[in-house]
C-alpha cells in the first residue's frame, strides 16, 4: 500500500537529493540532510574515564557508545568502543570532547582534543563519495 522501502544515505548530498523529492523548503533540506547519515566509528585502547565520558556526551545528544562492561568500575583499565550517530551527532560530540580535559594535566587535555581530531577525520573519509 504504501511502497516501504529502506534507504541508507553515504553523504549528505545523498540525503539532500532524496529529501528534497519530499518537497520540502532548502532550509529543511539543510536542517533534516546530517540527520540522515549514520555511521558506526570503532574506537580501540580507550582509556576507560574518556569511555565514560564518550558514553555519557554521546546518549545526551541522542547517540549512542558501546564500551566493555568493565569500564563504569574501571576493573580493566582500557576499552574499545563503538559510537553509533548521525552527522549531527558526531559534529556534536566533536564539540563536546574538544572543550573536555580542561580541568585536568595538560596531556589529558590534550588527549580529548586528539580524539575529537581523529572523529573529525574519520567522519570526513567515510563521507567522501
Not at 528534497?20 to 533534516?32: G, H, L, N, P, T
Not at 574506537?43 to 549512542?64: D, F, P, T, W, Y
Request: glycine share 4%; net charge positive; charged share 30%.
Amino acid at each position: 500500500m504504501f511502497d516501504a522501502k529502506i534507504l541508507k544515505f553515504n553523504s549528505e548530498k545523498d540525503a539532500k537529493e532524496e529529501i528534497r523529492k519530499i518537497d520540502v523548503s532548502e532550509e529543511a533540506v539543510q536542517i533534516m540532510a546530517p540527520k540522515g547519515v549514520f555511521r558506526v566509528i570503532k574506537l580501540h585502547n580507550v582509556r576507560n574515564a574518556v569511555g565514560n565520558i564518550l558514553k555519557q556526551e554521546m546518549l545526551s545528544i541522542g547517540g549512542e557508545c558501546v564500551v566493555s562492561q568493565y569500564t563504569v568500575n574501571c576493573s580493566k583499565p582500557r576499552t574499545d568502543a563503538l559510537l553509533f550517530g548521525t552527522i549531527k551527532h558526531y559534529i556534536a560530540l566533536i564539540q563536546k570532547m574538544k572543550m573536555q580535559g580542561w580541568v585536568l594535566e595538560k596531556e589529558k587535555e590534550l588527549e580529548y582534543k586528539a580524539l575529537a581530531s581523529e572523529l573529525d577525520e574519520a567522519l570526513k573519509e567515510s563521507l567522501k563519495a
